[in-house]
């Protein structure tokens, strides 16, 4: 039972470089996040989806990009890598909310540690 | 602006001890608190969900509290043990995000030890 699924779990760019970060998760979830997690900050939510298609800007979506082509897959992309995106990111996912109630956890995948010189 | 403050920022404790880690929290409109367990380099792993109309919650040798009205929490380890040694996140969850999911504000969290 894999969960959530991070590839690659290390990278270092060079400045003005592109990438694209890979998300993938085996339980049908329908929610599926970015995050990103600085030194003595809390995880700031970067862009999100609720469902196959549709993608939502988070509270510091400048700079990324994000698809979600397919349900168990949400990536993640760099257009121009800028020092200041050097970061570990983690990809999460969860069940809709159900009847209005919205105590679904949030499952992390082990997160991609990347640095941008 | 939603905030969530945790307290100590670290602790060590020796093996078979108990402890007690703090969270005060600032998120409106506010839905539930959460508890996240990371190990060192690893993802945040989830503890405890509590709504506002909660007062407590156990998942084993983690009992979590919540008072809404002071807006705080606690997350209480029993019997601690080497493993227990991880950064504990304290989690808002707050408005709900434009077509559904849930907001969350998370703590800077408090680091751990346990020792022999």
């Known amino acids: 039972n894999a969960g959530v699924t991070q590839t690659p779990k290390f990278r270092v760019l060079k400045t003005g470089q592109s990438m694209t970060l890979l998300c993938a998760q085996d339980?049908?979830?329908?929610?599926m996040y970015w995050y990103r997690q600085d030194p003595g900050m809390g995880l700031r939510l970067i862009h999100y989806?609720?469902?196959?298609?549709?993608?939502a800007k988070g509270e510091v979506p400048d700079g990324y990009n994000v698809s979600r082509l397919k349900k168990q897959n949400f990536l993640l992309g760099l257009e121009s890598a800028a020092p200041s995106q050097t970061s570990v990111y983690f990809c999460?996912?969860?069940?809709?909310?159900?009847?209005?109630?919205?105590?679904?956890?949030?499952?992390f995948g082990d997160g991609t540690r990347l640095s941008i010189l | 602006k939603n905030q969530v403050e945790q307290s100590p920022q670290s602790l060590i404790i020796l093996e078979g001890k108990n402890c007690t880690l703090q969270?005060?929290?600032?998120?409106?409109?506010?839905?539930?608190l959460r508890w996240y367990k990371q190990d060192t380099g690893r993802g945040p792993v989830s503890l405890t969900i509590?709504?506002?109309?909660?007062n407590t919650k156990s998942n084993g040798r983690y009992t979590a509290t919540l008072d809404a009205d002071t807006k705080q929490s606690s997350l209480h380890i029993t019997a601690s043990q080497l493993s227990d040694s991880a950064s504990y996140i304290c989690?808002?969850?707050?408005?709900?995000?434009?077509?559904?999911?849930?907001?969350?504000?998370f703590g800077t969290g408090t680091q751990l030890k346990v020792e022999l």
């Open positions: 999460a996912s969860s069940y809709p909310l159900v009847n209005g109630g919205n105590n679904q956890p949030q499952h």
């Open positions: 339980m049908n979830h329908e929610y």
């Open positions: 989806s609720v469902g196959e298609g549709t993608t």
């Open positions: 969270c005060n929290y600032t998120v409106s409109p506010f839905s539930n």
């Open positions: 509590m709504t506002f109309s909660e």
């Open positions: 989690v808002g969850g707050g408005l709900i995000l434009t077509g559904g999911g849930n907001k969350l504000t």
